[in-house]
Structures are given as C-alpha cells and as structure tokens.
C-alpha cells in the first residue's frame, strides 16, 4: 500500500499485515507455553484492540477466556480527582490469571490508573500484552510483559487504531507523516 489520507491528514505504511501476523504468532507461542494448564482470562481494552485482540486469540491453543471492556474517564470528587471505571467487567478476577490486552502503551497513564483497580480484585496474576509501544512517550511507566513493537513517538493508524474515529479498518500500520 501506499500514501493514505485519513480526514485532513497524510499518512505512509510503517508496519506491514505481514510483520503483525508474524509478530502476533510470536507472541502467542510465548502465551501459550506461559500459561499451559492455566486457563487465562484475557481482557481486551475497546475500542482499539478488538482487531489484535482477535487475531492474537485465534492463535492460542491453550484453554482461555476473553473478555472485552471499555474504559471511561470522568472527574471524580476533588479528593478521587481524575477516575478511570472499567465498563463491562463482569468477570470475577480473584484468583485468576489475567493478561490484558492493550493496543498501544503511551504515556502509560490508562494503565498506570487501571491495573491498580484490577490487583484490589485479587487476581493470581496479572500481566500486558500490548501490540505497540512508545517508550519516548512515557511518563507513567508500565512493564509489558508481552510486546509487538517498539516505536518511536510518532502518532500511527490503522489495524484497529483511529484517527478521529477514522482508520481502524486499514489491515496494517500506517504513520503520520510530519
Ligand atoms: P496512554 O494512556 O498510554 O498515554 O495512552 C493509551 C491510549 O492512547 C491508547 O490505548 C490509544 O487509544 C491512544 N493512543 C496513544 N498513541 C496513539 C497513536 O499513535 N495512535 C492512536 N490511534 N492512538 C493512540
């Protein structure tokens, strides 16, 4: 593919279809050996994961559970501040092993705020996934347990990810060009 336009924006290929699908089979290899006999209980993070979410589950052979949330972010009181609820989460977590899986990890702040909210429910575990990386970006540092791809701190679309709602259906990875 080349160039592509998405609204006032242009932007050019950076991750190709092939690259992910080899890279996600990777990662499912690691997954699948790590949690043999485990039954791990994968949490999704909408909207921009559903498409590496999907891809990544088809390739588990283990015994697992997935389940898909969304996460919204109000004004609490002035003591709570800023508060991230998790929408969907009806699954019970004491005790299970828990992989979430996130698309891409910026500033690191949507997890930073989360994954204490997630370990008050007492999982056995609990580790990321994430398809993409900006290590430049991060002010709130999070340890991915299970990576895609480094990139640099440049805004990218596609395979899932939008740019004002627009992109998610593009099959690869593309990136702004500046
Ligand atoms: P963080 O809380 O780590 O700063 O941001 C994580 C969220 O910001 C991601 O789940 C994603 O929704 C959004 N995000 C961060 N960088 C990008 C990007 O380059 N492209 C798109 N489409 N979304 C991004």
């Given at each position: 593919?080349?160039?592509?336009?998405?609204?006032?924006?242009?932007?050019?290929?950076?991750?190709?279809?092939?690259?992910?699908?080899?890279?996600?089979?990777?990662i499912a290899g690691k997954l699948n050996k790590d949690y043999t006999g485990r039954k791990p209980l994968f949490i999704a993070i909408l909207n921009g994961s559903f498409m590496f979410a999907a891809d990544l589950f088809k390739e588990l052979a283990i015994d697992a559970e997935i389940c898909f949330i969304k996460l919204a972010s109000y004004k609490g009181t002035k003591s709570t501040g800023h508060v991230i609820t998790a929408i969907g989460l009806d699954m019970d977590l004491f005790g299970r092993d828990v992989v979430i899986v996130e698309d891409i990890v910026d500033t690191g702040k949507t997890l930073s705020e989360f994954l204490p909210q997630l370990h008050h429910q007492q999982p056995a575990s609990l580790k990321i996934v994430a398809l993409l990386h900006k290590p430049e970006a991060t002010v709130f540092p999070i340890t991915i347990d299970y990576l895609g791809f480094s990139i640099p701190n440049k805004f990218v679309v596609g395979y899932g990810l939008d740019y004002d709602g627009l992109g998610r259906n593009i099959p690869e990875i593309f990136k702004l060009i500046e």
């Open positions: 593919m080349g160039e592509m336009r998405v609204h006032d924006k242009q932007f050019e290929p950076y991750i190709s279809a092939e690259k992910i699908a080899d890279r996600i089979k990777e």
